[in-house]
């Protein structure tokens, strides 16, 4: 029975939203993990976030805002000066005689309070609201200042301003603490800018006459505007110094990694610069933390998948392997279920190029191929520290591929990716790396190929008719698309007026059965595999995204641009 902790998680146990057991599991993973209760209640689907704040401001005597669709008068908003709203993360509310109310998101913030009732000279009274609801309605309420001050940040640097010399420039970014510095600035503004709109890396590509900066949100790559030919040399010696890369060295591809805070959150920025005709070429990965505690429910997998996937991640050995191109979510679903199973009573080591997030209770081992330290002297290394589970960044050559059977056959389970378009290819695949066929058969317990498909806005979906083309190019039949629910989102501000917002994945998950086993030892082709695969039940990557686009969650069309259309389509059962 838990403890009463004499805090919100009491009125929760007494309203029956969460029971004694789950209080304990959240606990034990909030102390492990570092994490507040409430954002792990939350994670766990014990408890909404909003059921959470409600009880925290229950606790604290204060009232709770939910802000999905509030919308606030401008005479409110403008009471409260932006700089003044973004740096304390708080919001006005409404204004009652003398009397202002704020939005918080903490109970305790009485620094804050003090500082507006100065600043204001107005009474405030402090009002609870979800902390990602409060920044998204500052940006809805404000716009997005980060985009305008990038936008301002270049007009100073047009040829019309002062003259930027290469020594000014060399003044204002070698330093590194001068925050007030041009190009500093620049940097930190581009990196906030991309966190703020949900990007996944950010783009630096020098050309003849222009400096090229795109932002990849979902997945699409949306271009932002030029930056002067002349800041190229500073913009990556500044990026050079964050990540602590060799600022002289410009002929041969470089790697580093910055560490940031945007909003109160950490960011790692992984950052890769490659020599290309016009100078170096900079991508920067925005790595968030936060990511990798999702929850396994969260990656968009149907019942049945989800049921089997759990079921083979909590095999005692053997190989499972997930495929599919850079940038399809492999990592994320990895991790995701490692934190699943990581657990005091087992022992996880990992292998990565690189080691992308930091998971609490794992070990994790980082390849260096300039002192020999390469996935197959890991592997071999680690199998001497008695492990459970191992997980293997990527299955590359026939020495890696030789060793992780041979660790799944001795009692390890084995996690690892591989780059091939679909399940079945993977067989073929390992065997082409020279892992032999009685040896794949007998190892494997299954391989999951998966994409990332964009997801329909929220805020501005809404039925629409599928067009006879799209439905013949999906091999949706009259009766089906009659039962199906098809969205497609029209474009609002809450998705940047593209209609779609976040992305889910797409699975293929086959299992390895004793006809694909016997397939397998024969060598048969990937596609007598694929097809005997699909008679024991397997679900294509378009067959899976058929049934969400007739859900209404993504669009055909988008299914269809990330899918192969040419594969029969089986009926949804």
Sequence with gaps: MAKS?????????????????????????ASAQGLKIQD???????????????AIGEKYGMSFVDLTDMEIPKSIIELV????????????????????????????????????????????????????QIQEAINRNYGQSETESVDSMLVEFTDTAIEFTQ????????????????????????????????ASDIHVEPFADRVRVRYRIDGVLVERDAVPRRLLAPLLSRLKIMGNIDISEKRRPQDGRIKMTVHGKHFDLRVSLLPSVHGQSAVMRILDRGNIQVNIRD??????????????????????????????????????????????????????????YYLPGINQVEVKHGIGLDFARIIRAMLRQAPNIILVGEIRDKETAEIAVQASLTGH???????????????TRLSDIGVAPFLIASSVIAIMAQRLTRVNCVKCKEPYVATPAEL????????????????????????????????????????????????????????????????????????????????????????????????LVVEPS
């Design 5 to 29: 902790r004499g805090d919100f998680t009491d009125i929760l146990l007494k309203k029956k939203i969460i029971g004694p057991d789950q209080l304990e599991e959240a606990e034990r993973t």
């Design 40 to 54: 792990v209640l939350a994670k766990l689907n014990y408890a909404t976030a909003a059921e959470c704040m409600a």
């Design 81 to 132: 000066p932006e700089s003044v709203a973004r740096e304390n993360i708080v919001l006005p509310l409404s204004l009652e005689g003398n009397t202002l109310k704020i939005i918080t998101a903490d109970p305790n913030n009485y620094d804050t309070v003090q500082k507006l009732q100065f600043i204001l000279n107005k009474d405030i009274v402090p009002v609870l609201a979800i902390p990602e």
């Design 167 to 198: 020594t000014e420039s060399m003044s204002n970014f070698a330093g590194g603490d001068d925050s007030d510095a041009p190009v500093v600035k620049l940097c930190n503004l581009i990196i906030q800018e991309a966190v703020n709109l949900r």
């Design 299 to 356: 990656l968009g997998f149907g019942e049945e998948d989800y049921l089997r996937f759990q079921k083979i991640i909590k095999r005692p050995n053997g190989i499972f392997l997930v495929t599919g191109p850079t940038g399809s979510g492999k990592t994320t679903t990895l991790y995701a279920a490692l934190n699943e199973l990581n657990r005091p009573d087992r022992k996880i080591i990992t292998a990565e190029d690189p080691v992308e």
């Design 413 to 427: 389970l084995v996690f690892s990716t591989l780059h091939t378009n679909d399940a079945p290819s993977a067989i």
């Design 472 to 567: 013949k190019g999906a091999g949706i039949t009259p009766d089906q698309a009659s039962k199906a629910t098809f969205m497609k989102g029209r474009g609002c501000n809450h998705c940047r007026q593209t209609g779609f917002r976040g992305r889910l994945g797409l699975y293929e998950m086959m299992q390895m059965t004793s006809t694909i086993r016997e397939q397998t030892f024969a060598q048969a082709p990937a596609q007598e595999i694929r097809r005997k695969a699909r008679a024991s039940g397997m679900k294509t990557l378009l067959d899976d995204g058929i049934l969400k686009s007739m859900k209404g969650v993504t669009t055909i069309e988008e299914v269809l641009s990330i899918c192969h259309a040419d594969q």
